[in-house]
């Protein structure tokens, strides 16, 4: 979308994609890598590999995009100290970073459990890493990071407490083209919704089958 768009306003430059956790059924990159999720072996490689990959081609990119907040070392909260090392040394190479987060990345559970509506009750999530030790360290890694980021984005509102500055990015927009097709060529008038979660508890599935 990005290089279309650059295109079609004439500008130069190439936005280039790489997954290094790649589910090959859906992934959409330019390169995308598979390795043995149920081998912690195979998850070590993985995560050089990315790295690896980084400082290989680092010549070739001016701008690093990156999700959940991870590094290319991808481990994200988990090794905050190692991950602020990466993120200086792109830095050092003149980069411009940008970072997405996009949920258990920077929600903290000890703060959203209280609230009324939330996926991180116990009820909804029993995720045992999710908890007071994982905070910290998400703080943490979130603090660091906020130091050599260019420019914070966050695909859920509620993440904007827990990362300063960061500018919410909605998952995606509704055009009223694509309400009006819908309505110009579809005898259902009422809207049909497709909601497919990864968890129907966390994502919170009842609440769509209530509505409907």
Same mark, same amino acid.
């Given at each position: ?6 295109s ?16 090959r059924? $859906? ?13 912690? $072996? ?10 690896t990959?980084?400082? &290989? ?6 701008v ?7 590094? &290319? ?16 040394l ?25 609230? &009324?509506?939330?996926?991180?009750k ?16 998400k ?25 300063p ?24 008038? #009422?809207?049909? #919704?497709v ?6 508890? #966390? ?10």
């Open positions: 979308a990005e290089n279309n768009a650059r079609q306003l004439g500008i130069d430059g190439h936005s280039w994609s790489v997954d290094f956790s790649a589910n059924f $859906v992934s959409n990159a330019d390169l995308c890598y598979t390795f043995d999720r149920s081998s912690l $072996v195979s998850h070590a490689f993985s995560r050089l590999r990315s790295f990959y980084a400082v &290989m081609n680092s010549h070739r990119f001016d690093l995009h990156l999700y959940f907040g991870n590094t &290319m070392l991808r481990l994200g909260w988990r090794a905050p100290f190692l991950g602020k090392l990466e993120l200086k792109w830095k050092r190479l003149g980069k411009k970073l940008f970072m997405t987060y996009q949920g258990c990345d920077a929600r903290l559970r000890t703060d959203r459990a209280k609230a &009324m509506v939330t996926a991180c116990p009820e909804c999530c029993s995720v045992s890493w999710c908890n007071a030790s994982a905070d910290k360290k703080m943490r890694a979130i603090s660091y990071a906020s130091q050599y980021i260019d420019k914070s984005f966050c695909l859920n509102p509620d993440l904007l407490q827990f990362v500055d960061a500018e919410f990015l909605p998952y995606c927009n509704l055009s009223n083209e694509l309400l009006e097709h819908h309505s110009e060529t579809s005898n259902n008038k #009422i809207p049909i #919704i909601h497919s979660p990864t968890d129907r508890k #966390i994502k919170g599935t009842n609440y769509v089958l209530e509505a409907s």
